[in-house]
């Protein structure tokens, strides 16, 4: 007996690689791709003359925070929170132990920093230190000094660093940075933790 064969009809896909292209293309155009921002900082120019007149800083005059690769911080050979590391950070900067700075309103304990313009934080981590943990400790140093800008703008000023225009205050702006200049200086990354 003859079995009946029926010709299944074929779907036409010739048109299929002219849609598939055309939704690429659709996709393409009206996708937006989010982009890191990172951390700001801005490095400063490259000048070979400061490479070789590097005068030498006290030891007093640097700020050490350690992060090892558990996210635990060690702050002057003192472990402590990242909740602490901001006013520890201000102490540090804020201190006066010189006696050198008329505006600064630090403790002027003989064993911290001269001044701001002589306090350099020195910032080391762990290559096992989560990405987590090192941003929170960026954000940290960073915002020490911002809040000591602002008690100056504050008090010198009379109004908050943070709300100055960069355009209309530019020059009370430039002079703030200077009294308390951020000198967050990053080593290489370490790895001897876990």
């Known amino acids: 007996m003859a079995r009946n064969k029926r010709a299944i009809p074929e779907i036409n896909a010739g048109s299929m690689a002219d849609i598939a292209f055309l939704l690429l293309i659709f996709y393409l155009v009206t996708t937006t791709m ?6 700001n900082r801005k490095l400063p120019p490259w000048d070979e003359d400061l490479e070789q007149d590097i005068p ?17 911080l060690l702050v002057e ?3 402590l929170e990242i909740s602490q590391l901001r006013e520890k950070a201000m102490e540090f900067v804020d201190n006066n132990g010189d006696g050198s700075c008329t505006y600064c309103k630090g403790y002027k304990v003989s064993s911290s920093s001269d001044n701001p313009d002589k306090a350099v934080i020195s910032l080391q981590n762990d290559r096992g230190t989560s ?4 941003v929170k400790v960026q954000n940290e140093l960073v915002a020490a000094y911002e ?7 504050e008090e010198e000023y009379g109004k908050s660093y943070r709300g100055m225009d960069a355009d209309e205050d530019k020059d009370v702006i430039k002079e703030i940075k200077g009294a308390y200049p951020q000198k967050i200086s990053e080593a290489e990354p ?3 933790g876990g």
Do not use: C, H, W
Request: no cysteine; proline share 2%; charged share 30%.
């Open 77 to 79: 050979d003192e472990y």
């Open 190 to 192: 370490l790895n001897i």
């Open 34 to 39: 989010d982009t890191d921002k990172g951390i």
């Open 147 to 153: 809040d000591l800008r602002d008690k100056y703008a």
């Open 131 to 134: 990405y987590g943990m090192y």
């Open 56 to 72: 030498p800083i006290k030891e007093r005059n640097i700020f050490t925070v350690l992060v090892n690769s558990n996210d635990q």
